[in-house]
């Protein structure tokens, strides 16, 4: 195998793909075997890119912001005595549900969907939409704000 490029500093290599675009973080080293497959850190680039796409929804999932309840509005959850509605994965008949759940058992805004990362990604933009979650390329910056929401 032939070392093409080992990334270094802050840099990454974005790589666009039939179904999509992965970053290569750096201390990667990616490399062409005699056949011209890809590897990434010794694994094949479509395997690494699977992989790639199943923790960017784990870190989506994990920025979902925890919400709570105050006079019939859902706002973002502000460490308050109020219950706090937190986000819950689960499969149920062959789909992947995503709600955000309290200790009394009510929930938010069920969002499901066959594919895990789907779910994900649109109960990251639900977020997005209702002003939870202000931009979404940068899903640590969340936006405190009370919206009114018809449940």
């Known amino acids: 195998m032939k070392t093409i490029m080992n990334i270094q500093n802050d840099n990454c290599l974005r ?3 039939a179904d999509g675009v992965i970053d290569i973080p750096q ?3 990616v490399t062409i ?3 011209g497959k890809t590897y990434i850190d010794g ?3 479509e395997e690494y890119a699977k992989n790639r796409k199943k923790m960017n929804s784990i870190d989506l999932f994990s920025s979902l912001p925890h919400l709570m309840k105050v006079d019939g509005e859902i706002c973002e959850y502000d460490d308050s005595s109020t219950p706090e509605y937190i986000a819950n ?3 149920y008949d ?3 549900h995503i ?3 309290s200790e009394e058992g009510d929930s938010i805004q069920n969002i499901y969907d066959k594919d895990i990362s789907v779910a994900i990604s649109q109960a990251y933009e639900w977020c ?3 002003g939870f979650i202000r931009d979404f390329n940068t899903p640590m910056t969340r936006l405190k704000r009370k919206k009114k929401l018809s449940i």
């Open 15 to 17: 790589v666009v793909l």
């Open 27 to 29: 201390g990667s080293k």
């Open 33 to 35: 075997n005699e056949n």
């Open 43 to 45: 694994m094949p680039l």
């Open 89 to 91: 994965l689960s499969e």
């Open 94 to 96: 062959g789909e992947w």
């Open 99 to 101: 709600d955000w759940v």
């Open 128 to 130: 997005v939409n209702e």
